[in-house]
């Protein structure tokens, strides 16, 4: 096992405290989430086949993210190879899948949320990461990023930009996303 990052370290804390206490004073959540941080630190524990195959998933997707710097990729051939790296690629998918529909306790959560670089919804993290670039740049520079730069990060910005304007021309921007161009410091729409 390999040192924990903070939000993990915070987690194993909470878990800890929580696991001293007796059964019958926790709640199901409570209790579910024991069950998973036992797991979690102890890989010789008894637990449910389940749950240490759960957690065993999560370690191999937390291994992996720390020998490459980045979490796992698609294959984009078809049919795609059987890979290691493709199962995580699978394993995320169906994490990211039973989490929307509710189904992991606040444990499993934040236990996946503790693995660098994990994300939810990556389309939406990568689209607040360029807002955040775009707004820094203008910051920055005092003035709009452009499309033909001899620069290619501001260039990547600039194409960002003319998308989001282009897919707004459209009709296909997401109203929110629209309202947090528009009311951004350096509006973009």
Known sequence: MSTPTAA??????????LSDQPSRLLSLEQRRGV???????????????????WIDRVHELESFVIATGRMPLADRRRPRP????????????????VHAAGG???YQVRRI????GFAWSPRDARWETMLAVHQQFWAEHGFAPRRRSSDPAEVAIGRWVAQQRALH?????????????????????
Request: aromatic fraction near 12%; hydrophobic fraction near 45%.
């Open 8 to 17: 993990l370290g915070a987690l194993w804390s909470e878990y800890a405290a």
């Open 35 to 53: 069950e998973y941080y036992l797991a979690d630190i102890a890989p010789d524990a008894a637990s449910r086949p389940f749950v240490r195959r």
């Open 82 to 97: 059987a890979t290691t790296e493709q199962s995580l690629v699978d394993a995320v998918a169906y994490f990211r899948q």
């Open 104 to 106: 992991y306790c606040d």
């Open 113 to 116: 949320e503790a693995v660098p």
């Open 169 to 189: 021309s459209r009709g296909q921007l997401q109203p929110a996303r629209a309202a947090r161009l528009r009311h951004a410091a350096y509006r973009v729409l």
